[in-house]
């Protein structure tokens, strides 16, 4: 498993913007997948952003219309998720998450999927 560390949360008004990053922490320079989830109170899950092992193919989910961009970085072992025009509907603990195993790809962004996981990080939106 890797372990994940998220930054980058806070509070800002709608319409600003906010760029999360997640470090993973690895002894080798294991290739993985990698994705952004969030979660309200009493709602489930949802997947955000993925970025398959070689980080060209991304996936994100419907409500980002274009708003979010996620990167990696191998040699720092980062990934970040810059997120414009938010919304307060973008209000959410934000996860990110992890898995080593080759066959995983982001085609559905989904949290069964991901073994390690970060403690996340909260984004406010608001005025």
């Known amino acids: 498993q890797l372990r994940l560390v998220e930054s980058g949360g806070g509070l800002v008004q709608p319409g600003g913007s906010l760029r999360l990053s997640c470090a993973a922490s690895a002894l080798t320079r294991d290739y993985y997948t990698i994705a952004w989830f969030r979660q309200v109170p009493g709602k489930e899950r949802e997947g955000v952003s993925c970025?398959?092992?070689?980080?060209?193919?991304?996936n994100y989910g419907p409500f980002v219309e274009g708003r979010f961009t996620i990167s990696r970085d191998y040699d720092k072992n980062t990934v970040n998720l810059q997120m414009n025009s938010l919304k307060p509907d973008d209000t959410a603990i934000y996860y990110c998450?992890?898995?080593?195993?080759?066959?995983?790809?982001?085609?559905?962004?989904?949290?069964?999927?991901?073994?390690?996981w970060g403690q996340g990080t909260q984004v406010t939106v608001s005025s």
């Open positions: 998450a992890a898995d080593l195993s080759p066959a995983l790809d982001c085609s559905v962004i989904d949290p069964r999927y991901f073994a390690s």
């Open positions: 970025s398959e092992r070689d980080g060209i193919r991304t």
